[in-house]
């Protein structure tokens, strides 16, 4: 949305709003969010021809999209970025996506488990563990496993499951039925080749048809589909680590890198551990809200969790195409009328040198 520029060409005003029009495919199961943020901002006074909203499934809408605009920005599955990242690599247009994650959470000794434990209800279960920054592995010191275990599993058997919108419901259902076979199987999976069920483990069609209780696992194998794959919903692996060392180690092995959490003694601890963490956005002493809120901050994925960030100047500029006018401002490259190319030549490189002591450059 380019203002109209004065006869000088100068823009009237570099505070004015400026940008490019944007057409939001919403997921196809919850799209009245984006609908309602629509009717909000032409109320507004946003000219509609600048922002629209197009439901539909991706198998459709989303070849259009590609087809006709000049930067995608995906957010969902990492098997669909690929492949949308596919179809703009082949038009050579601009590409960013937040894609999934199997996201780590830390805990070392010194920690106040109490403060943890609360925390790890929100951060694996928040939106019934369905938001790509939930964390689903919980690697914690051998010496305080125990205590956190029979703690985090005691609050989350308590967690108040329904349907209601007031505060007295902790998790509600998940998103539809397939979500609800991809999180059973994942759990019994695990069961079937060792894991132990320490809270919940079971679907709730006494609640509704979509209702899965929130679930701890421990003793998670390796072979296990949810040890490395991602859930995407109420369920969280905890794994006892020798120290620090096995944590960060156990933690970056994945090929995802969204986000992370890191619990420790301190806050300075924390944010050493935090800085040896292979994801975009690491959250001491939380789960992912810091990180999250802090929209000044660049946020986004490493690995197979993401291209580019949004947040922050990073976020906004990646939708721009640079542009540099050089305008020469005393001599050309052919250098002064009259002299001789010969000794223009040899002055050449000690003039350009020159030049970075003038004012302005």
Request: hydrophobic share 40%.
């Amino acid at each position: 949305m380019e203002l109209p520029d004065d006869p000088r060409g100068l823009r009237r005003d570099p505070r004015a709003a400026r940008g490019n029009a944007v057409v939001l495919k919403p997921d196809s199961q919850t799209p009245y969010c984006a609908l309602a943020v629509a009717d909000l901002l032409y109320e507004a006074g946003l000219p509609r021809d600048l922002f629209a909203v197009v439901p539909g499934p991706g198998s459709v809408v989303g070849t259009a999209l590609v087809e006709n605009s000049d930067y995608l920005m995906f957010t969902g599955s990492s098997q669909t970025g690929r492949l949308l990242a596919e179809q703009a690599g082949r038009r050579l247009i601009g590409f960013s996506a937040e894609l999934g994650g199997k996201n780590p959470m830390i805990v070392t000794e010194g920690a106040d488990l109490r403060e943890v434990t609360e925390a790890a209800m929100r951060a694996c279960f928040s939106n019934s563990g369905q938001l790509c920054i939930s964390i689903e592995r919980i690697y914690v010191e051998k010496s305080i496993a125990p205590e956190f275990l029979r703690m985090f599993g005691d609050r989350v058997r308590k967690v108040a499951l329904g349907a209601s919108y007031d505060f007295g419901t902790e998790m509600g259902s998940l998103i539809n039925e397939n979500q609800v076979k991809t999180v059973s199987a994942h759990v019994d999976d695990a069961v079937a080749k060792g894991a132990t069920v320490v809270a919940g483990g079971r679907p709730r069609p006494d609640l509704g048809p979509i209702f899965y209780e929130p679930t701890v696992l421990t003793g998670v194998p390796e072979d296990a589909e949810c040890y490395a794959d991602e859930t995407f919903g109420p369920v969280v692996s905890v794994y006892p680590v020798d120290d620090v060392e096995d944590a960060i180690r156990r933690a970056n092995d994945t090929e995802y890198g969204l986000n992370a959490s890191v619990w420790a003694r301190t806050k300075a601890e924390g944010e050493a551990i935090a800085a040896r963490i292979h994801a975009g956005t690491v959250n001491v002493d939380e789960g992912y809200a810091p990180a999250w809120g802090s929209t000044d901050a660049p946020m986004g994925g490493m690995g197979i969790s993401g291209v580019g960030r949004r947040h922050g100047p990073d976020g906004l500029l990646k939708y721009t195409e640079s542009q540099t006018i050089a305008t020469t401002r005393l001599l050309n490259l052919d250098g002064p009328r009259g002299l001789p190319k010969k000794a223009w030549a040899k002055m050449l490189a000690p003039f350009v040198a020159a030049m970075k002591w003038l004012p302005g450059r």
